[in-house]
């Protein structure tokens, strides 16, 4: 029979960590919380958030842990605790520990996170701020640390380009036009050249 941390575990796609313990909330308003206590394994502990080196411990300076929120269950919202402690990197400095569930300096899983994109690309900010239960200026948030993890280096987008395809669309009601380039190839954006119509030339691709 499987355990509930296991199935915490899978149903928070939560990887390299030990669930301590599983909770229920009730807020003030009605709104019922499941609050998953976890740790990362000791070796994804006191990783620098910018290098992911393991280094010495500085602190715990947080009064109380810390919580990310990840996908809800069936409506009810499901957060995970962790007393995130402060590492002392030789090279980037004392910075909070990064976590194996969710990017640096996110309130969010790295699941939520990725959701979140995926959703924008479908419907607008608003209806996923909506559905999310976010707030509309944390969609753009999240679709920020969804593009640096998925595409951390744009310089190389035009490498081993092969197979084209140009597009041109409009924004703001129609004031406003930019010249798409995709990659047939990998089915992926190069991103936005900086002219449009006849004047878009490879030179104008590179960023």
């Given amino acids: 029979m499987i355990s509930a941390s296991t199935l915490a575990k899978i149903f928070c796609d939560v990887n390299h960590s030990v669930v301590e313990d599983i909770t229920l909330h009730q807020r003030s308003d009605g709104t019922k919380c499941i609050i998953i206590d976890l740790r ?3 070796k994804e502990q006191h ?3 910018i290098c992911g080196k393991r280094c010495p411990g500085y602190d715990h300076t947080q009064p ?3 919580l990310w929120r990840t996908l809800d269950n069936h409506g009810v919202l499901v957060y ?3 007393r995130l402690p402060r590492v002392s990197c030789p090279e980037h400095g004392v910075h909070a520990a990064s976590v ?3 990017f640096p300096r996110s309130d969010f899983t790295k699941t939520f996170d990725m959701v979140v994109t995926w959703m924008a690309l479908q419907l607008s900010k608003s209806a996923v701020a909506s559905y999310m239960r976010i707030k509309w200026d944390t969609v753009g948030r999240c679709i920020h640390r969804a593009h640096q993890y998925l595409d951390p280096d744009t310089s190389k987008r035009l490498d081993g380009l092969v197979s084209i395809g140009i597009d041109e669309t409009s924004y703001r009601k129609g004031h406003k036009y930019i010249t ?3 990659n047939h190839e990998t089915n992926t954006s190069c991103g936005p050249a ?3 119509g006849k004047t878009c030339s490879p030179s104008s691709w590179r960023a």
Avoid: Q
Wanted: proline share 19%; net charge positive; with cysteine.
């Fill in 180 to 182: 798409i380039v995709v």
């Fill in 80 to 82: 995970l605790r962790y």
């Fill in 194 to 196: 900086k002219a449009t």
């Fill in 100 to 102: 194996p569930w969710a």
């Fill in 40 to 42: 990362p394994y000791k």
């Fill in 47 to 49: 990783r620098c958030p």
């Fill in 64 to 66: 109380h842990p810390r």
